[in-house]
């Protein structure tokens, strides 16, 4: 199966000093130029434009959800004004995937779509939107005092490196998957552009608004966008991991 990788938002409602996605958070309201570098007729148009009717009408198009998994990211997903509506229609339409989130503004739980809270710094009492709860090892934090919490509560967590790139240190892939067992991704930006990895570059007119198809890369071991891609695999329903191994295994 192949992974479908939406940054609904490039905005955050927790301004985190470690967060690896901090250089590309705007204010929601937010306009940039849209186009290539050097381009004069580049209109100015918001960071944070897609909406839920772009996205199904695109996905119902050229992403069948038995060859496809979801996974909605960013920024913080909550911010999105439908992503209530969001989820549940690739729900009812047979989608599986997970939800990245800082777990503090509403995500409604559904069937097939895991909620991955990572439990921040910030946040002082658990985020009340959760399915599986990450817990970053750092050091400024009380992790082992939330680790304990959810030992005690029966909440699914898992512990994650202290990625210090803030630092200006280059980040590794300790903590990655070992293995993968998803063949392609693309990825969806939160203004539509359709690319293949955050590393790949994207075009003018290679959007969703223009119904261009999705733009497909191998997953690779030593890529780190790839690695933090194989992790949604962790945390589908067993079921559909059986599946995707399946299908990679053939």
Not at 9 to 32: A, E, F, G, T
Not at 191 to 199: A, R
Not at 207 to 212: A, E, G, H, P, Y
Not at 223 to 248: M, S, T, W
């Given at each position: ?15 985190c ?50 060859e ?46 895991t ?69 392609e ?34 997953m ?10 194989r ?18 295994n053939?």
């Amino acid at each position: 199966m192949k992974l479908l990788s939406i940054y609904i938002m490039q905005s955050c409602n927790i301004n985190c000093y470690y967060c690896p996605m901090q250089r590309w958070m705007y204010p929601l309201d937010h306009k940039v130029p849209y186009g290539s570098e050097g381009d004069k007729n580049n209109l100015l148009l918001p960071i944070n434009r897609i909406t839920a009717k772009d996205l199904l009408t695109w996905t119902d198009k050229y992403c069948p959800p038995d060859e496809w998994i979801v996974q909605f990211t960013g920024g913080e997903p909550g911010l999105h004004k439908e992503i209530a509506y969001l989820i549940l229609a690739y729900n009812k339409r047979g989608y599986y995937g997970v939800i990245n989130t800082n777990g503090t503004l509403y995500i409604p739980k559904s069937e097939n779509f895991t909620r991955v809270t990572c439990w921040h710094e910030s946040v002082k009492e658990i985020p009340p939107y959760h399915d599986w709860i990450l817990l970053i090892k750092n050091p400024n934090d009380t992790w082992k005092e939330k680790e304990k919490y959810c030992i005690e509560n029966n909440i699914p967590y898992k512990i994650v490196p202290f990625d210090r790139s803030f630092e200006g240190k280059k980040s590794n892939n300790i903590g990655l998957p070992k293995k993968h067992y998803f063949t392609e991704m693309t990825r969806i930006l939160s203004m539509g552009q359709i690319g293949e990895c955050y590393k790949g570059q994207v075009v003018k007119g290679q959007d969703i608004f223009n119904m261009v198809p999705p733009v497909t890369k191998n997953m690779k071991r030593d890529c780190p966008c790839c690695g933090n891609a194989r992790a949604v695999y962790d945390f589908l329903p067993e079921h559909i991991q059986d599946k995707i191994r399946r299908e990679y295994n053939e």
